[in-house]
């Protein structure tokens, strides 16, 4: 899963390969092994990460709901979204034909027109 993972996110976040495989890493220990984690077993900045996760569709987000006391709990589990994963992971990168002349500075535009 690691794997996957670490090209999603490459591709997803347009990293480096080394910065990828760190955060998959990262992400790897906080599941430690598990297929869904409580959400209240994390800290905020973990949560932030996965909320960054989740609006990229690379996790999932479960609530349940339960009564206790006479009160309404909600509880949230994380899981990951291998499907997704596994597509954005496989897909191919859009190449845009005219990207190169995007890099072409201005000034080469400018001192090419005056020339013609």
């Known amino acids: 899963?690691?794997?996957l993972l670490t090209k999603a996110l490459k591709k997803r976040f347009k990293m480096e390969?080394?910065?990828a495989l760190s955060l998959s890493k990262i992400i790897e220990n906080v599941f430690n092994g598990k297929k869904e984690i409580e959400?209240?077993?994390i800290d905020k900045y973990t949560r932030a990460l996965l909320y960054e996760l989740h609006r990229e569709k690379l996790l999932k987000l479960r609530r349940e709901e339960f009564k206790e006391k006479g009160k309404i709990i909600r509880k949230f589990y994380w899981s990951f979204d291998k499907r997704n994963i596994r597509e954005v992971a496989y897909e191919k990168i859009k190449q845009d034909p005219?990207?190169?002349y995007k890099k072409i500075p201005k000034e080469a535009w400018l001192l090419y027109s005056k020339n013609n």
Do not use: A, L, S
Request: net charge negative.
């Open 1 to 3: 899963m690691m794997h």
């Open 98 to 100: 005219y990207e190169i």
């Open 39 to 41: 959400d209240m077993t």
């Open 17 to 19: 390969k080394d910065d």
